[in-house]
């Protein structure tokens, strides 16, 4: 099924939500990777705050390459997942309610999503240069020295994705290929 949905994600939005719906997303979404991700983990251990408000938030896992002259942001594909997984349910309690890359989660992780409401989205790998005419606007707001990896702000409009696990914990990965086995 095709969805159009707008941020803040919040917990009725995330529970309308299915594994294999498309969803096309507009509004505010962060950027973050593995040092961003390290970095809020040690400010959250030292009893700091988070550079940003995490409740109904979407963290989009990508570092962009640079943007050519005229473009917001360069080409803005998926980072894989996964290499943020032992930070996520920390973040998820805190009230993040979305998250977008590609390939698999852990255990943990939908565990985490479930008891928090909250899905991941899976991005086209590959398809960063198509991606990014979908980003309107694009920020640097915490984390600068980090390059790529700094935490950015970027505003959306349409930009396309598939619910990979729903906050039933439904998983697409897996549901699919139990659908298309012999």
């Known amino acids: 099924m095709e969805k159009y949905i707008h941020t803040p994600i919040t917990e009725e939005i995330a529970k309308g939500l299915r594994a294999g719906d498309y969803v096309y997303l507009s509004g505010t979404i962060y950027t973050a990777r593995d040092a961003a991700h390290q970095r809020m983990a040690e400010a959250l251990a030292e009893g700091g705050e988070l550079p940003v408000d995490l409740r109904d938030a979407v963290i989009y896992y990508m570092g962009p390459s640079p943007a050519r002259e005229g473009q917001v942001i360069g080409s803005a594909g998926p980072t894989t997942a996964s290499r943020m997984d032992r930070y996520t349910p920390a973040l998820l309690d805190l009230g993040l309610k979305a998250m977008i890359g590609k390939g698999k989660r852990s255990a943990e992780v939908v565990e985490a999503m479930v008891r928090n409401q909250s899905v991941y989205f899976a991005a086209v790998g590959g398809a960063g240069a198509i991606i990014s005419k979908c980003i309107r606007k694009a920020e640097v707001i915490c984390y600068e020295d980090l390059g790529t990896e700094a ?12 619910v990979v696990i729903d906050a039933q914990g439904n998983n697409l990965y897996e549901t699919a290929v139990q659908a ?3």
Not at 151 to 162: A, I, Q, S, T, Y
Request: net charge neutral.
């Open 151 to 162: 935490v950015r702000k970027l505003e959306v409009e349409n930009f396309p994705m598939v």
């Open 180 to 182: 298309y086995q012999c």
